[in-house]
């Protein structure tokens, strides 16, 4: 695997979180930088998107490279049967670095075996969503000056929810008490509990969306009921609508509570809140754009200027 790779959020330590965040803090000040000039990038989504693969798109253009891919898999050649491990030594021949998004878990892990080219994993199946919780937390240390022991509560698809569980291992450095609110079906999964005890991290769940639970956050972090994810899809319509956020359920919230949601959304957070200082989704996606730069400059190995601003309090 090329080291440079970003496949999990646990390929990279602490520190270079940190760092990568005070890169993202310098390219939202000067998002123009020719700094891919020569570099061809591939974006190979094999699900779809619009948040991620155009902004990682941006990305490149705006650092001056060019980009090659698809973002839809029926046009490439795997809609004929080609393996992902054939697919991906192909591209290798073409291009610097690859952004892919697929729909089985562990597909970036894999091509990361099969190629020496370095692999960001743009979301595989309910695993895992690395650059998704860069900006997460970009948005988290730029909505409330700190990383560092803030109420963070995860509502709705905890279960197929892969940027739910990039952003609790990264939350892990960061001493967070995490409050789940989920029906059953959808629970945060055992293992990252595990992870939970294991690093002393206070978690709590819930079934109610209860004014108790929205009062205590710092963070609401909104997900979607990811429809593509069930095989049962009677089950998706039993537990679909179970959650919605509206702007009067923000009354007596605490002042510095700000809404989170990865995109797209459906019905879990009513339009009404969109007018509300605390709804940040927008600006949050609008974060990505500079996270994404500086994910993919570690990528190839391009040193870039950070702004002097700590992170670190
Ligand atoms: N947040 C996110 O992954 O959005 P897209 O599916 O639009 O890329």
Redesign the pocket.
Known sequence: MNKRSLVSIDDISREEIIDLLRRAQYFEANPTHKLLDGKVVATLFFE??????LSFETAVNRLGGRVIGFSDAATSSSSKGETLKDTIKMVSNYVDLIIMRHYLEGAARYATEVTDVPIINA?DGANQ?PS?TLLDLYSIYKTQGTLYDLNITMVGDLKYGR?VHSLLMAMKYFRPTFHFVACDELRMPSQYKELCDSCGIKYYEHHDFSADVIGAADILYMTRVQRERFSDLLEYERVKNLYTLRRSMLEGSKPNLRVLH???RVNEIDQDVDESEKAYYFEQARGGLFARQAIICRALGIDTPTLTTSIES
């Open positions: 779809p998107s619009t948040r991620t693969r979301g969503h998704q940027t990865p995109l797209p």
